[in-house]
């Protein structure tokens, strides 16, 4: 498939949602960030029994296109019905929803391709320091922790998923990218990937990898899993190239087996 046809076609799909009635109320709450200079709404799905109280503490699945009405109910059901299962632990889910979503999950491009998608991209710096000093320390002081922490996401969110990997690997213990929009600005972030792996340290993180029947995603995204394989640092990584997926699909068939490799 060709890129530049397809760019506007799949970044204007929606996410993949399932109705809110179909999993508990989350908790909400707000926070006025100074990193991103707005009000952000944040979603959490607590496991079951977290109200009882008690002192056991879970780690935190953090969610890019993370609203009731993007990715977090269906997300939320997958994981409570893994734990119901036994396949997963006990999470706690923090959706954050989106207010400029090509602004926040892109990092700089010198396409003007890729810069026509939205009134402004190149934003996912910011949005990454939002997580890291604003949001983080906020759910580890609401509510019962670890400093376990594992992120999810598909296309533009995948593409932020793989880029945070790369450069700031200690956020996140997991991450979980589905059918990462690595073409932007031109593959950047895949020929630094050998680069950036280089500089790791030796702490032990999971990295989940997938691609669609999509070339100009499936390409890139097998290179950096290729990358990973050759860098020899503490990565339990997996990659799974599935072209009987589409763009749309991807999400919801994969959301049980990623998470299972990541929270097991």
């Given at each position: 498939?060709?890129?530049?046809?397809?760019?506007l076609?799949?970044?204007?799909?929606?996410?993949?949602s399932?109705?809110?009635?179909e999993?508990a109320?989350?908790?909400?709450?707000?926070i006025?960030?100074?990193g991103?200079?707005?009000p952000?709404p944040?979603t959490?799905?607590?496991?079951d029994?977290?109200?009882d109280?008690g002192?056991?503490?879970?780690?935190?699945?953090y969610?890019?296109d993370?609203g009731?009405?993007?990715?977090?109910?269906h997300?939320a059901?997958?994981?409570?019905?893994?734990?119901a299962l036994?396949?997963i632990?006990?999470?706690?889910?923090?959706g954050?929803?989106?207010?400029?979503?090509?602004?926040d999950?892109?990092?700089p491009t010198?396409?003007?391709?890729?810069?026509?998608?939205?009134?402004?991209?190149?934003?996912?710096?910011?949005?990454?320091?939002?997580?890291?000093?604003e949001?983080i320390?906020e759910?580890?002081?609401r509510?019962?922790?670890?400093?376990?922490?594992?992120?999810?996401?598909?296309?533009?969110?995948?593409?932020f998923i793989?880029?945070?990997?790369l450069l700031?690997?200690?956020?996140?213990?997991?991450y979980?990218?589905l059918?990462?929009?690595?073409?932007?600005?031109?593959?950047?972030?895949?020929a630094?990937?050998?680069?950036?792996l280089?500089?790791?340290?030796g702490?032990?993180?999971?990295?989940?990898?997938?691609?669609?029947n999509v070339t100009?995603i499936?390409?890139p995204?097998a290179k950096?899993?290729?990358?990973?394989t050759?860098?020899?640092?503490?990565?339990r990584?997996?990659?799974a190239?599935?072209?009987?997926l589409?763009?749309a699909?991807?999400?919801l068939?994969l959301a049980?087996e990623?998470?299972?490799?990541?929270?097991?």
């Amino acid at each position: 498939m060709n890129l530049r046809a397809l760019v506007l076609a799949l970044l204007a799909a929606t996410p993949i949602s399932l109705s809110a009635q179909e999993i508990a109320p989350p908790d909400t709450f707000t926070i006025t960030s100074k990193g991103v200079g707005e009000p952000r709404p944040i979603t959490v799905h607590l496991p079951d029994g977290y109200a009882d109280g008690g002192s056991t503490r879970y780690p935190v699945l953090y969610m890019p296109d993370g609203g009731m009405h993007e990715d977090l109910p269906h997300v939320a059901k997958t994981v409570d019905s893994l734990v119901a299962l036994g396949r997963i632990r006990p999470v706690i889910i923090v959706g954050i929803p989106n207010t400029q979503r090509r602004r926040d999950l892109t990092g700089p491009t010198r396409f003007k391709e890729d810069s026509a998608i939205a009134p402004k991209v190149g934003g996912s710096n910011a949005f990454r320091r939002f997580i890291a000093e604003e949001l983080i320390p906020e759910v580890d002081r609401r509510y019962r922790t670890t400093p376990e922490r594992a992120i999810i996401g598909e296309s533009l969110a995948g593409l932020f998923i793989v880029e945070t990997f790369l450069l700031t690997p200690q956020l996140f213990d997991h991450y979980v990218a589905l059918d990462p929009s690595l073409w932007w600005d031109g593959g950047s972030l895949t020929a630094s990937a050998e680069g950036r792996l280089a500089g790791f340290d030796g702490r032990a993180r999971s990295l989940y990898l997938a691609s669609s029947n999509v070339t100009d995603i499936a390409t890139p995204t097998a290179k950096v899993a290729e990358a990973v394989t050759r860098s020899g640092k503490r990565i339990r990584a997996t990659y799974a190239p599935r072209t009987d997926l589409t763009h749309a699909t991807i999400y919801l068939a994969l959301a049980p087996e990623s998470l299972i490799f990541a929270l097991r």
